[in-house]
Antibody
Framework: QVHLVQSGAEVKKPGASVKVSCKASGYSFTAYSMHWVRQAPGQGPEWMGRINPSNGGTRYAEKFLDRVTLTRDTSITTVYMELTNLKSDDTAVYYC???????????????WGQGTLVTVSS | DTVLTQSPGTLSLSPGESATLSCRASQDVTNNYLAWYQQRPGQAPRLLMYAASTRATGISDKFSGSGSGTEFTLTISRLEPEDFGVYYCQQYVTSPLTFGGGTKVEMK
């Protein structure tokens, strides 16, 4: 069974950085791209970017280009999302979500991790 | 960016009734590259449908998707308590990938 298990909740001050992990199991880790999606309180989801765990290639939404970095560690089947220069409106639940099919990018998401709440507050 | 507008914002229905949810795109969603997700309170979204009308693995046939171009519909028949929640559409034609604002299906 496919599982995506994310790291725990974080509280950060404005200007700080956060790094969230997502450990994958139950499938071939390098065969599927992994996406990151965030959801602010009461809002719809927002796509941030994706990483190809096979070669580390990334694609970011323009909005986050200068602040987000996606990486992976294939030895422990884990992907990471780091967001820098945090602002109060970065307060959201951050999800990793596997791409829909192996090897041929689909850009829909199944399944999702359980989510990590990141709170930015002074 | 492709903007997705979902309507209505809230649907108040009783168990056993059917729900019809709409998703309108600001530009053509070619190849029907549109997905639907269900989100129950406190949970992550769950994929229901991709390519506008293809049910995801394990999804009941009470869920059906239709549409093309800029107008898409998700229909849920015979509502059960576990079907109440928020539903989102998502397009995957253009980058950035975008979601609608959601339709909340609540119990009347």
């Amino acid at each position: 069974q496919v599982h995506l298990v994310q790291s725990g909740a974080e509280v950060k001050k404005p200007g700080a950085s956060v790094k969230v992990s997502c450990k994958a199991s139950g499938y071939s880790f390098t065969a599927y791209s992994m996406h990151w999606v965030r959801q602010a309180p009461g809002q719809g989801p927002e796509w941030m970017g994706r990483i190809n765990p096979s070669n580390g290639g990334t694609r970011y939404a323009e909005k986050f280009l200068d602040r987000v970095t996606l990486t992976r560690d294939t030895s422990i089947t884990t992907v990471y999302m780091e967001l820098t220069n945090l602002k109060s409106d970065d307060t959201a639940v951050y999800y990793c979500a596997r791409d829909g099919a192996p090897r041929w990018l689909q850009n829909w998401f199944d399944p999702w991790g359980q989510g990590t709440l990141v709170t930015v507050s002074s | 960016d492709t903007v997705l507008t979902q309507s209505p914002g809230t649907l108040s229905l009783s168990p056993g009734e059917s729900a019809t949810l709409s998703c309108r795109a600001s530009q053509d969603v070619t190849n029907n590259y549109l997905a639907w997700y269900q989100q129950r309170p406190g949970q992550a979204p769950r994929l229901l449908m991709y390519a506008a009308s293809t049910r995801a693995t394990g999804i009941s046939d009470k869920f059906s998707g239709s549409g093309s171009g800029t107008e898409f519909t998700l229909t849920i028949s015979r509502l059960e308590p576990e079907d109440f929640g928020v539903y989102y559409c998502q397009q995957y034609v253009t980058s950035p990938l975008t979601f609608g604002g959601g339709t909340k299906v609540e119990m009347k």
